[in-house]
């Protein structure tokens, strides 16, 4: 059974290598100003240390910028559901308006020859008629 490396974790060490083979070819003392005091210290500690404080930064940086998008995730999956409810809802809401609409048939028809209704109309839910029912014929 083979692993395969993440491609990243494979350039993270090549960097490494790297920077650690820059500090060893730079390990000659360096003086440090640090505001009140100066140090001698090696450069290779200066630039190991500097990378380190980098990384760290980096790694800080991301994590607040992941932080903040998983929230998006998770309110846009929230209005996702909401809108798979609405949606639900329209559907059934859908199917009994068609249910309803075969009931008007059944009880409504059209002789082909006369090309016009027989039989009861209903109004839809909400409409009023201003005709009574003397006034529609």
Do not use: C, Y
């Not at 190991?48 to 940086?61: D, E, K, P």
């Not at 199917?95 to 059209?110: C, H, M, N």
């Amino acid at each position: 059974m083979k692993k395969n490396i993440p491609v990243n974790v494979i350039v993270i060490l090549l960097i490494s290598i790297g920077i650690a083979l820059f500090a060893i070819a730079n390990a000659e003392s360096i003086p440090i100003n640090l505001i009140f005091t100066e140090l001698e210290i090696s450069a290779a500690i200066v630039i190991l240390v500097s990378v380190t404080v980098g990384a760290l930064i980096a790694f800080a940086i991301d994590s607040f910028a992941k932080h903040g998008l998983k929230k998006q995730v998770k309110e846009r999956n929230k209005k996702i559901d909401k809108l798979e409810q609405e949606i639900n809802e329209k559907n059934e809401k859908i199917k009994w308006l068609e249910s309803e609409l075969d009931e008007i048939r059944e009880k409504t028809f059209v002789t082909p020859s006369e090309g016009r209704f027989e039989g009861t109309l209903t109004e839809e839910p909400g409409e009023e008629s201003d005709k009574k029912p003397d006034q529609e014929k």
